[in-house]
């Protein structure tokens, strides 16, 4: 189905280990983006990307990596995880960088 | 750096009131969007507002936007129980027309019978 995915929906996994989320959208959107949900900071953009190995940093970059080998995929990596890291992680892509971002279902990660 | 702060951050209404959602922003800027976002989902475009003045709406909600104010508002008009979700705004910044949208921090709405 068209549209844009994410996987896995939950995760859990401990201090210290690699967690790879991914996310495909099949809009063949230009721009793709990562948002951490929390709290009481609502949402907060990690990484974007203008396009295949095109990627910027966002607010809190921090701990996270990725990377877009092809503009269907933006897969977001904490190569060690830490517990602060514990929220609800959501991908969305759009055709232009100031245009309306669609969303994915979210994944919601818990690092114990 | 540009600062976008929604009031209230949580709002409790009750069926058949109405009510404004507030939208500031602290730079200049003549795009804004509003989502809507369903407790455990995800995100859903609601309103795109494109120049001073606009005015967009769909059934319950009507969202305006006065770029001089820096401010847009969500008016919800007679207030039903499925509108009670999260409600987020997010401003484009111009003329740079170079940096991603930067959200508020949501409006929780909960209308109770």
């Known amino acids: 189905d068209a549209g844009i995915t994410q996987s896995p929906r939950y995760k859990i996994t401990e201090t210290g280990r690699q967690v790879t989320l991914m996310c495909h959208q099949t809009?063949?959107?230009?721009?793709m983006f990562w948002y951490r949900q929390d709290l009481g900071h609502g949402l907060r953009l990690i990484y974007y990307?203008?396009?295949?190995?095109?990627?910027d940093k966002g607010e809190v970059p921090d701990g996270y990596v990725v990377s877009r080998s092809k503009t269907e995929n933006f897969p977001l990596t904490l190569e060690s995880a830490t517990r602060s890291q514990t929220s609800v992680y959501f991908c969305?892509?759009?055709?232009?960088?100031?245009?309306?971002?669609?969303f994915g279902p979210g994944t919601r990660l818990l690092v114990l | 750096e540009l600062k976008v702060e929604q009031n209230p951050l949580f709002l409790s209404m009750q069926e058949g009131k109405n009510y404004t959602i507030y939208c500031n922003y602290s730079?200049?800027?003549?795009?804004l969007y509003w989502y809507r976002q369903d407790p455990g989902k995800s995100l859903e475009s609601l309103f795109v507002?494109?120049?001073?003045?606009a005015v967009k709406q769909e059934g319950r909600l009507m969202a305006s936007l006065d770029t001089k104010a820096r401010l847009s508002t969500l008016h919800i008009t007679a207030a039903v129980h499925d509108l009670s979700a999260t409600y987020f705004c997010?401003?484009?910044?111009?003329?740079?027309?170079?940096?991603?949208?930067?959200f508020g921090k949501g409006t929780r709405l909960s209308v109770i019978a």
């Open positions: 990307s203008a396009a295949a190995d095109i990627t």
């Open positions: 809009w063949s959107h230009s721009y």
């Open positions: 969305a892509s759009s055709h232009y960088l100031q245009e309306t971002q669609y």
């Open positions: 507002l494109l120049s001073n003045g």
């Open positions: 730079t200049t800027s003549d795009r």
């Open positions: 997010a401003v484009d910044i111009t003329p740079s027309g170079n940096t991603p949208l930067v």
